[in-house]
């Protein structure tokens, strides 16, 4: 599947409110042979639903639906990502404030586990 073809069923699906692609392809740090990282927000995570998206994963695109993500690679997905498309705004929107709050909320602890994986890894 090239990227028209699935940006086109992604663009489609009623499900998906947003697409954005994150990782190394948008940090400009990618490989030749690195695949596209696109994040999915979806509105409803039924597990078909999930399935319907994870079943576009190829070998060079990663298609990772939103609830498959830690809270920190989605902020990073926001904050740095590219939008590829979005079919709703509002709903965007409040996925972003909602990550937003909860990686907030959650610091302290991603702190934690940092000085925990540094003090094991030293």
């Known amino acids: 599947m090239d990227y028209n073809t699935l940006i086109s069923t992604l663009k489609k699906n009623d499900n998906v409110i947003a697409t954005v692609l994150f990782g190394s392809r948008t940090k400009g740090t990618e490989k030749p042979n690195s695949d596209y990282d696109i994040c999915v927000f979806l509105k409803n995570h039924d597990k078909n639903k999930v399935w319907e998206i994870e ?68």
């Open 55 to 122: 079943k576009l994963k190829t070998e060079q695109f990663d298609v990772i639906p939103d609830n498959k993500l830690p809270f920190h690679v989605k902020v990073e997905a926001f904050k740095h990502g590219k939008q590829i498309f979005i079919n709703d705004e509002n709903k965007y929107a409040f996925e972003f404030y909602k990550n937003l709050r909860e990686y907030q909320d959650n610091l302290h602890h991603y702190s934690t586990l940092r000085r925990y994986r540094e003090y094991l890894w030293t």
